[in-house]
Every structure is written in C-alpha cells, then in structure tokens.
C-alpha cells in the first residue's frame, strides 16, 4: 500500500469516497459555521444575560454527552450512510427550531434548539468515525483525517464570515435560512452518494439500552485508552477557549486595529492547508507521541503571549497553535480510527467514549476560560491554558505506551 497521498488517486477507492463524504460535509459545516457564529449572539441578545446564554448554549454539549451513552448501543449495527442522513436530517430540525425561534424567541426554543444540536454533532462522530475505522486502511488513516478536517476548517472560516454578512445586511431571518439551503445541498450529494453505493443497507436490530453496561465498557476502555482521551480533552478545552474567551480577546484587539480581528480566524484557517501536508506525509506510526508533541509546541507558543501586548504577535502565535493543532486533532482521530477498528462490532463503544470526552471539553472548556479571565483577562487566559498544555504533554510523552493494547477477550463478550 502506497503511504503517500496521490493527487490522482482521489476518484478512486476509499479517496474517492473520503473526497465526496468531504464534500457532502462541507456544505453542511457553513450551514453550522453560518450559525455557530450567529447563535451566542441572537440568544443573549433575546434573554439579556450573558450567563443564561452560556447556559443554554452549554445544554446542546450536555445532550451530547447523553448521546454519547446510549448511540453505542442503539447505533451498533446501523450502517454508516444512514447515521449520515441521521446527522443531515437532525442539523436540518435544528435549522427549523431556530427558524420558529427568530419568530418567537423562548428559552424553551433555545434548549430544543440546542439539544437537537448536540445530537447532530453526536451523529457526525459516529459516523465519521464508522467510515473511516471501517474504509480506509491503517496506512492512510491520518491523511484522511486529515483531508476531511482541511474541508471542515474552511467551512468553518467562510461559515461566520457569511453568517456576520447576513445578520447585518439581510437580518436574522435569512441567516438561518442560508443555513438551510447549505444543509440541503449537502443532502443532495449524500443522495448521489447513495445512488452510486449499489450496496444493500440493512441493518440489525439495536441493542436494548443499558447505561450501567454502557459505562462499564467505558471504564474498561478508559484503562487502556487514558492517553488519548487525555489529549482530546485538553486540544478540546483549548480549542472551547477559543470559541469563547477567544472572541472577546479577538474583539479587544480589533479596537487597537482592524486587522486584530483576525486572532480567531487566524487560529482556524490552518488546517485548510495542513490537511494537505498530512496526507502527503502519510503517518501511520508513533502517531500518539506526535500528536502529544505538537500538543506541547502549542502550549509554548500559548505562553509567550504573556510578556508581550503586540497583536503582530497574538495573531503569529495565533496562526501557529492554529497550525500545531491541525497536526494533532487528524493524527488523534486516526488513533480512535485504529482503534475502532480492531474493537470490530463493538467499536462504536470507543466512539462513544472519544465523544464524550469531547462533549466534557466543551462543556468545562468555557466555564473553566471564563473563571480564569475574570482573575488574569482575556490574554492572561491562553498562557495559563498553554501552561496546563506543556504540563499534560510532558507527562502524556513520559507515560504514554508505544502501542495501546485492549482486552479483546473481554471487548467479545459485550454481545452476550
């Protein structure tokens, strides 16, 4: 097998694949981008208050921890293109609440509205942790990671940029609108997907939901696994910080300079191109111990905002933990692939798990950003995120095994 990434090879095998579930995906990432940037401030605008709006917002992550419990079982044997149309039709539900909402702005709205989006994300990991773990061999795991993060993070920079055009220029009714139709453009190539896919979809019956067994195989795994969640648990606060904190330091520096606006686009934009680079790099050994020292790298950089007040220098720094990220999030996720797949039919546990972690991140992410800026600011507050970055690596490279290994004895008794 080919390690490098062939330009070529794209309209072939599971590169062909990757390239047009990215493509699909796109398209429903601005429809989110459109709406991640326009959500915080239409609910804080309607309730008045800040820490409500946190609240709410911090709702959908918790519904999404509660996803992530009970879809190992009910989605164990549903295969990967309906857990997609799942995905698509659940972001599209979400679209239609938040339409109702522009109309009649009610907390209860707000928390349908954000439950239905923790569900979403929930089926976006399981399935694209399905098609990967179960499609793409060990070899070019990472590459396609890779590939479908580049597509992601600029749907994510053109999102709010759009989404901030239309919200001033057209109002907010046409910003959830455009959501929309982005998302159905999705669906649409997820329907010539499936009419090229010749393959039957038939699935098993789900299993009966048990949440006790649901968190003993967590425990189990988390055992064995403790590093790499670790890592996203840390790369997923910082990354909450971003979203969070970041826009307001962000919106600090703008007042010093137009151009100071730029700190969190500048933090996103990287992964549009270093996706490129990973693939070609075509890693598929020691991808935990890399991951953990680009990890390390980004809390250095972090920490030399400290001593300085230049933006030149926030958006630099900006730019490179951006950069050292994008390494680090693809060579995780082909971690969890690898993973996945040698758990089998019970790989959807691990899933889980890797989701809730996330769902963790960006739940504790923002309260914990938030408390800390109120004792040192805004900047302040990436220097100590960056410290707590070079703690947990240097101790994740001293700690971490060469290769984890799982109780498979026990990983086939789950299905009795």
Not at 165 to 185: E, N, P, Q, T
Not at 193 to 207: C, F, K, Q, T
Not at 252 to 277: C, D, E, H, R, S
């Amino acid at each position: 097998m080919n390690r490098k990434f062939d330009v070529g090879g794209l309209l072939k095998g599971y590169w062909g694949r990757a390239v047009m579930l990215s493509v699909m995906l796109f398209f429903v990432f601005v429809g989110d981008g459109i709406l991640s940037d326009w959500v915080p401030s239409f609910i804080q605008d309607s309730v008045n208050s800040p820490l409500l709006m946190g609240i709410i917002i911090s709702f959908s992550s918790l519904v999404g921890f509660g996803a992530d419990l009970v879809f190992p079982q009910l989605l164990k044997h549903v295969k990967t293109r309906k857990v997609l149309l799942m995905a698509i039709g659940s972001s599209l539900v979400f679209c239609g609440v938040l339409l109702w909402s522009v109309a009649w702005p009610l907390v209860v709205l707000f928390l349908l509205a954000m439950g239905v989006w923790g569900i979403y994300y929930e089926f976006l990991g399981f399935g694209g942790q399905a098609f990967v773990s179960e499609s793409v061999p060990i070899t070019a795991r990472s590459g396609v990671w890779a590939v479908m993060s580049a597509f992601r993070s600029l749907a994510y920079f053109i999102g709010p940029i759009l989404g901030s055009y239309l919200a001033l220029s057209k109002g907010d009714y046409w910003v959830v609108v455009s959501a929309i139709v982005c998302v159905a453009l999705g669906y649409l190539i997820w329907v010539i997907m499936g009419r090229s896919n010749r393959e039957p979809i038939v699935d098993e019956p789900a299993e009966r939901v048990n949440l006790l067994k649901e968190i003993q195989h967590w425990w189990t795994l988390s055992e064995r696994v403790w590093p790499v969640l670790a890592i996203s648990l840390m790369m997923g606060v910082v990354d909450a910080t971003y979203w969070t904190t970041g826009t307001v330091f962000s919106d600090n520096l703008a007042k010093q300079t137009w151009w100071g606006g730029l700190f969190l686009p500048l933090y996103t934009l990287p992964m549009v191109f270093v996706g490129v680079v990973i693939a070609r790099w075509g890693v598929y050994k020691g991808k935990k111990k890399l991951a953990e020292i680009f990890m390390l790298v980004s809390g250095l950089l972090l920490v030399m905002l400290g001593p300085s007040d230049s933006v030149v220098v926030a958006l630099t720094v900006s730019l490179l933990v951006g950069t050292m990220l994008s390494v680090s999030w693809p060579l995780t996720d082909a971690v969890y692939s690898d993973i996945v797949s040698r758990m089998g039919s019970e790989g959807k546990h691990m899933v889980g798990l890797s989701g809730s972690t996330l769902s963790v991140a960006y739940i504790v992410g923002p309260i914990l950003a938030g408390l800390i800026s109120q004792f040192v600011g805004e900047k302040n507050t990436f220097v100590v995120m960056g410290t707590m970055m070079i703690l947990v690596s240097a101790i994740l490279l001293a700690v971490t095994p060469k290769k984890i290994k799982l109780p498979q004895i026990e990983i086939k008794t789950w299905s009795n």
